[in-house]
């Protein structure tokens, strides 16, 4: 098992502060997710750079605050970690908002369908099964504001998109899917083995997919 520099108390802890401090950006975030999610019924090109701008903006929050103001008290890799997920943002930014290359659309295909259990997944049940784990909020890793929630998001808004996302904007959630599950793990944080779920399946679905024609999504 990997040896990390923090036990699970100091894990919890960071958490436990963070979510303290940065009350109610919590909920900001779920409005935030609800938005995208809602967003994606109504095809329209401000509406796709939104869906990029929020989950950027995930990514920016999450480099930034969390990672690099928060975790590095307990861990130097956090520096690290900041920096890539920062790069992750400023990728949704620049192909997302810039060049609206990401089209979102529901469809009830195997793609949207897996997507959507992802989204369910990382919005409402990883908070419960955290919670009946025994590290509830504030000690628990929250969604859109903390790094393994956020990413299973990712993966499941980018399985609603419509043609085929580049390979390289899958590095650093894939990356993030392995490195997290396996931390989480030697800690105990269980609900993240939901995190390595998505980076397998979001990452084999979609390397393979191809474009779907637009106006077979099921928008309404």
């Known amino acids: 098992m990997m040896e990390l520099p923090f036990s699970t108390e100091q894990f919890l802890e960071v958490f436990e502060t963070y979510n303290t401090a940065i009350w109610p950006a919590q909920i900001v975030a ?6 995208a999610i809602y967003l994606s019924y109504r095809p329209a090109a401000r509406n796709d750079r939104t869906i990029s701008l929020i989950l950027a903006g995930f990514w920016l929050w999450m480099g930034a605050i969390y990672h690099l103001t928060f975790f590095t008290s307990i861990n130097t890799a956090a520096y690290g970690f900041g920096v890539i ?28 369908i897996t ?3 992802l989204i369910i997944y990382a919005m409402l049940f ?14 628990a890793p929250m969604f859109g504001v903390a790094p393994c929630p956020a990413t299973i998001f990712t993966f499941g808004m980018l399985l609603w998109t419509v043609k085929k996302v580049p390979w390289w904007i899958l590095v650093i959630p894939g990356l993030w899917s392995v490195i997290g599950f396996t931390a989480a793990i030697n800690l105990g944080i269980l609900e993240d083995m939901g995190l390595l779920v998505a980076g397998i399946l979001g990452i084999l679905l979609l390397m393979t997919k191809t474009d779907r024609r637009e106006n077979t999504i099921l928008t309404k």
């Open 30 to 35: 779920y409005l935030l997710g609800g938005l």
């Open 126 to 139: 990883y908070p419960i099964v955290g919670a009946q784990l025994g590290h509830g909020y504030p000690y």
């Open 85 to 112: 997920f920062l790069i992750q943002g400023l990728l949704f930014l620049g192909v997302g908002v810039w060049k609206d290359w990401l089209k979102f659309r529901l469809k009830w295909d195997g793609y949207g």
């Open 115 to 117: 997507g959507a259990v």
